[in-house]
């Protein structure tokens, strides 16, 4: 990408919408974890960048629940949402809908309630602090089970959890139909929350069809196995059903052997809605930026183009439409300001 398209990502205000809050760790707060909590995951930067090199999507899941076991009180909690979230303002993110997987995170050490009131805390320290707007979404880890899926409900219907906008999955789709969690999504969309599951990263498009018609899925998580079905990206177009694609982890997963083997511009072609957003940026040595610029490059798009991006994650985001409207007017204002200027 060229120097001045880089200049025009990183100032560019945006919003993430499929970012998950352990798999944001940086090394730095990492390092700080894994200093209170020594043993597992290393905390030398060189050392961490080997140990987040991953052979597959299964080994990959293995080492994200060896981080997870790093957030384990109630201050880890707060620390690492709340310097999640410095990194995001970093790069000019002012609106994330960060993937919380609670049933990972609550123990009997960690009760819900103590687990709610650190996020919570992060939450609000955020938009105070830092200016970074930050909604959740809670995942159920699908290889636990409706066990899981029962226990995540529970959490977030049984509490009150400002900030909370929807109901996902996480984790393996291999023998795991997004089916399996009809009752929980039923719940939970009756209490209003919306429907955000992975499917179509590492299985094939029926899993994303599973989602829209057995969860009444709104956007789907990653869901690039669209681009082998045609009737299925009509579908996304025509519902105006937003993909939340990750190019990058999508390479380190190797699910998709390498970038000009993504599937984004074929998705992009089809008129179906995508934003664009980093997955578990550190461990896949990626940002937000870096994520733009590979797109522009996937799409050959110039700054207009990487603005219509930026929009588009806006237009796709559980919140309100006020807030949308402010934030659009953020980046009109960034481009017609970046062309008065150069
Ligand atoms: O790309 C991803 N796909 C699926 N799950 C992911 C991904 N990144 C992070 N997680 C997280 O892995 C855990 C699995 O039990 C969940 O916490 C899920 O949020």
């Known amino acids: 990408m060229n120097p001045s398209l880089a200049s025009f990502v990183a100032g560019l205000p945006k919003a993430e919408l499929h970012v998950h809050q352990v798999g944001s760790a940086s090394p730095r707060i990492v390092a700080q974890l894994a200093e209170r909590h020594p043993g597992v995951v ?15 999507f299964a080994h990959f899941i ?8 790093l957030v384990e009180t109630a201050e880890d909690v707060r620390l690492l949402t709340y310097e999640v979230a410095r990194d995001m303002a970093a790069q000019q993110i002012r ?8 049933y990972l995170s609550v123990t009997p050490e960690l ?4 687990f709610l009131e650190a996020i919570e805390d992060a939450r609000t320290g955020a938009e105070r602090d830092l200016g970074v707007k ?3 979404i809670f995942d159920i880890p699908a290889d636990f089970g409706v066990p899981a899926a029962e226990m995540t409900a529970s959490i977030a219907l049984d509490h009150h959890v400002p900030g909370l906008v929807g109901l996902g999955i996480g984790g393996s789709e291999d023998g795991f139909p997004r089916s399996m969690f009809v009752e929980q999504f039923d719940r939970a969309r009756a209490y209003g929350l919306h429907s955000v599951p992975h499917a179509g990263e590492t299985t094939g498009p029926a899993t994303i069809w599973d989602a829209i018609e057995n969860l009444g899925a709104e956007r789907i998580e990653h869901g690039i196995a669209a681009a082998q079905d045609p ?5 996304l177009a025509e519902n105006d059903i937003t993909l939340d694609v990750c190019p990058t982890s999508n390479v380190a997963l190797k699910v998709v052997p390498d970038l000009e083997h993504h599937p984004l511009p074929t998705l992009v072609a089809a008129g179906v809605p995508v934003s664009i957003n ?14 733009y610029a590979v797109a522009a490059d996937l799409l050959g798009l110039d700054q207009a183009g990487v603005a219509r991006l930026a929009r588009a994650a806006v237009d796709g985001a559980f919140v309100d439409d006020v807030y949308k409207t402010e934030l ?15």
């Open 42 to 56: 290393p905390s030398d930067p060189e050392a961490l960048a080997a140990y987040f090199r991953f052979d597959d």
């Open 62 to 69: 293995s080492i994200y629940l060896d981080v997870v076991k």
């Open 95 to 102: 609106y994330a809908e960060l993937t919380v997987t609670p």
């Open 111 to 114: 009760p819900a309630e103590a």
């Open 134 to 136: 930050l909604r959740w």
């Open 231 to 235: 009737d299925l990206m009509r579908y």
């Open 278 to 291: 980093t997955d578990d940026p550190p461990m896949f040595g990626t940002d937000l930026n870096r994520e």
């Open 328 to 342: 659009r007017g953020e980046i009109d204002a960034y481009v017609a300001e970046w062309n008065a200027t150069t």
